[in-house]
C-alpha cells in the first residue's frame, strides 16, 4: 500500500473519532432535562482537544527519519 493511501487512512480515522467524540459531548450535555443533537461547536472543540499523531508518536517518527 502506498504511504499516501495510509495517511489518508490516519486522516479518516481521525476525523471519524472527532465526529464521535462531539456526538459524546453533545449528548452528555443536556438542555431543561433532554439530549441535545451534537452541533459545529461541538466539532471544534473535540478538534480542539484532539492531540496530533505527531505530537503521540514522535519517538517512532524520529527513529524512521533520523536528523
Do not use: C
Amino acid at each position: 500500500m502506498a504511504p499516501y493511501v495510509l495517511w489518508i487512512d490516519e486522516i479518516d480515522k481521525a476525523f471519524g473519532k472527532v465526529i464521535v467524540d462531539a456526538m459524546h459531548q453533545a449528548v452528555s450535555t443536556r438542555i431543561k432535562g433532554q439530549r441535545r443533537d451534537f452541533n459545529t461547536e461541538d466539532i471544534l472543540q473535540a478538534v480542539a482537544q484532539t492531540v496530533p499523531l505527531a505530537a503521540i508518536a514522535a519517538h517512532t517518527l524520529a527513529f524512521l527519519h533520523p536528523a
